[in-house]
């Protein structure tokens, strides 16, 4: 019997949830592991948004909110991509949803039809390819390469572009090589969608605030792009607050309104309680949360300068986000205590079962030369896990 429809047996499981979950059930079975797979602050939510919270709970803050957010959250947000982004969004081009996981979702389903082709540099974002699929979208890989610091030149955007295409998909700072898009570089990609009026920009700027060089630039600060452009972020990463699920849109306002639609059939409003703390999170100076970010920079220089130590190891300098995204590709082909690693996804298999470190192949964001390591740990986790792996490598 086949109880199962072709849409989801043609879905492949998210690989960076599939590794946190190898590494729970590890670590259930006794094993110490140093989980470097899942994407998410190891800091607590900080005290000013839980206190919104706790107070948005004794208000009686309990009812079903408006589908695409509650008036003020909406506000805030537009007051968030002025003076962040210099964006001039009304509350009828916010959506705010369960997560920018959802947000990508809705675009997907709203913008999609069969065969429509979404531009992918590569690497993306593990959901990215997975999403577009699951809506009929065709996802087109542009291959860069570590010399570009993983970044997609204006020809080779150009060369994707065919009269199927619909969209193009991005993250800066990118989820996984942590490269960030200057303004000119977004410039220039932007000159080569002048000749092509028809394909709109999904920029995924989750990462904005975790940014070490400055500079962060929206596609939409373009006034040639800002119509065709859907700007998603969210709230789990800068304010560490990935399981408080909250992400937001700004889009033109045909498109927002069409997500309202869908998630207004699917699963309703975000949640109440932590759409009130984002309202405090949003219209706090980003420097409150800037604590995070310092520590992150720290723990990028230390673990870019052990991983340089490590024979075989090629890394770009990512410039946000927190994430190494190691070329290790040299590895193919040798054997290592008896087993012979053929790919990405047998070497991340091989870190975890002989050095006790979760990482996730680079497959799953598009590279199969690379793995992606998440540093969003400890220093001290972050030297003991290169320690083991290098012992496990020697
Ligand atoms: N986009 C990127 C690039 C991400 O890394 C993530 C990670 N979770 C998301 C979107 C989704 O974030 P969330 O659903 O937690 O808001
Ligand atoms: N975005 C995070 C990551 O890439 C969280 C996991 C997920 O949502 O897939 O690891």
């Given amino acids: 019997m086949n109880q199962l429809s072709d849409r989801i047996n043609s879905l492949s499981t998210s690989a960076t949830l599939a590794m ?20 998410e602050p190891d800091f607590n939510t900080p005290d000013f948004i839980k206190d919104a919270a706790k107070q948005a709970v004794d208000d009686n803050y309990n009812s079903y909110t408006p589908v695409d957010g509650y008036a003020e959250l909406k506000d805030a947000i537009i007051t968030k991509f002025k003076r962040d982004n210099q964006l001039e969004y009304n509350r009828q081009q916010i959506v705010v949803s369960t997560g920018a996981k959802q947000s990508l979702y809705n675009i ?20 990215y390819s997975d999403i577009v699929k699951l809506n009929g979208g065709v996802p087109v890989e542009v291959k860069t390469s570590i010399e570009d610091d993983f970044k997609m030149t204006p020809s080779q955007l150009e060369a994707a572009i065919t009269p199927k295409t619909k969209m193009i998909w991005y993250s800066s700072p990118c989820n996984p090589s942590g490269s960030v898009y200057s303004k000119t570089e977004l410039r220039a990609l932007a000159d080569v969608l002048q000749k092509h009026p028809n394909i709109y920009v999904v920029s995924d700027e ?3 605030h975790i940014n070490f060089i400055g500079g962060h630039c929206s596609m939409a600060q373009f006034d040639d792009m800002f119509e065709r452009t859907i700007t998603v972020n969210g ?10 699920r909250i992400g937001y849109i700004g889009a033109p306002k045909t498109i927002a309104r069409a997500c309202n639609k869908i998630q207004g059939q699917v699963t309703s409003g975000a949640n109440c309680i932590a759409q009130r703390a984002v309202i405090t999170a949003l219209e706090a100076s980003p420097e409150k949360v800037q604590y995070m970010v310092d520590e992150f920079k720290v723990r990028r220089k230390l673990i870019l300068g052990l991983l340089s130590e490590i024979e075989g190891f090629s890394c770009n300098e990512p410039e946000g986000a927190f994430y190494v995204f190691p070329d290790i590709s040299s590895y193919f082909g040798k054997t ?10 047998e070497f991340a298999m091989y870190l975890l079962e002989h050095a006790n470190v979760a ?16 540093y969003a740990a400890s220093q001290d986790q972050i030297k003991e896990a290169v320690k083991r792996i290098t012992e496990a490598l020697d």
């Avoid at 964001?365 to 992606?372: A, D, L, S, T």
Wanted: negative net charge; glycine residues 10%; contains cysteine.
């Fill in 108 to 127: 997907a389903s709203v913008m999609l039809n069969d065969g429509d082709e979404v531009i992918l540099p590569c690497p993306y974002w593990v959901s």
């Fill in 336 to 345: 290592l205590n008896g087993i012979t690693i053929n790919n990405a996804s």
């Fill in 235 to 244: 709230v789990s990463k800068a304010f560490a607050m990935t399981g408080w």
């Fill in 20 to 39: 946190a979950a190898k590494a729970r059930e590890l670590r259930e079975e006794g094993k110490d592991i140093i989980g470097l797979s899942l994407g």
């Fill in 359 to 374: 990482t996730v192949t680079g497959d799953a964001f598009g590279n199969p030369n690379c793995i992606r390591i998440s």
């Fill in 206 to 208: 989750i990462y904005e």
